[in-house]
Antibody, heavy 121, light 108 residues
Framework: EVQLVESGGGLVQPGRSLRLSCAAS????????MHWVRQAPGKGLEWVSG????????GYADSVRGRFTISRDNAKNSLFLQMNSLRAEDTALYYC??????????????WGQGTMVAVSS | EIVLTQSPGTLSLSPGERATLSCRAS???????LAWYQQKPGQAPRLLIY???SRATGIPDRFSGSGSGTDFTLTISRLEPEDFAVYYC?????????FGQGTKLEIK
């Protein structure tokens, strides 16, 4: 079964850091680009960041560029999101998602259940 | 950054009716790299349509997508009770891969 399982969320104070992880199984992880998408409570979806299969192509939303870093470990079938200088507006459910095909320009057809990040003093 | 504007914000219809959802982009979406997702409360999004008009695996044929350039449409030909949810469009042809703000499809 194809599966993505996020972890690492929690309550953190403004200005602090958090590292999210996504464990992939059931498919050849290093065949696919991977993405993070977030959803603030009661709000819509926001694409956060994406990384190509070989980590050469990386993109970020303007709202997180310079504070968040995406990375992957293909040997461990894992995706990461290092989040620094966290703000209240980063409070959201963070989803890990896999595209429906190889390459850097594809829709997202496999989603995890998300990990919640709450930024508050 | 490509901004996607979805309309209407809320659509109230009855089961059996036809639903038409719109997604307009601030600039042309390259190679029709546009997707539609359905999200129900407490669930992750589900891919419905990719490439503007291709149905994802397992999606019923009452869902169809159309459009190109800056104007895209998701049509649900005959609403079933399970179709009432929030729908998002997303462009993935350029970074950042932005989402629309969503259309809530509710039971009238």
């Amino acid at each position: 079964e194809v599966q993505l399982v996020e972890s690492g969320g929690g309550l953190v104070q403004p200005g602090r850091s958090l590292r999210l992880s996504c464990a992939a199984s059931g498919f050849t992880f290093d065949d696919y680009a991977m993405h993070w998408v977030r959803q603030a409570p009661g709000k819509g979806l926001e694409w956060v960041s994406g990384i190509s299969w070989n980590s050469r192509n990386i993109g970020y939303a303007d709202s997180v560029r310079g504070r968040f870093t995406i990375s992957r470990d293909n040997a461990k079938n894992s995706l990461f999101l290092q989040m620094n200088s966290l703000r209240a507006e980063d409070t959201a459910l963070y989803y890990c998602a896999r595209p429906n095909d190889y390459g850097d320009f594809n829709a997202l057809d496999i989603w995890g259940q998300g990990t919640m990040v709450a930024v508050s003093s | 950054e490509i901004v996607l504007t979805q309309s209407p914000g809320t659509l109230s219809l009855s089961p059996g009716e036809r639903a038409t959802l719109s997604c307009r982009a601030s600039q042309s979406v390259s190679s029709s790299n546009l997707a539609w997702y359905q999200q129900k409360p407490g669930q992750a999004p589900r891919l419905l349509i990719y490439g503007a008009s291709s149905r994802a695996t397992g999606i019923p044929d009452r869902f169809s997508g159309s459009g190109s350039g800056t104007d895209f449409t998701l049509t649900i030909s005959r609403l079933e009770p399970e179709d009432f949810a929030v729908y998002y469009c997303q462009q993935y042809g350029s970074s950042p891969k932005t989402f629309g703000q969503g259309t809530k499809l509710e039971i009238k």
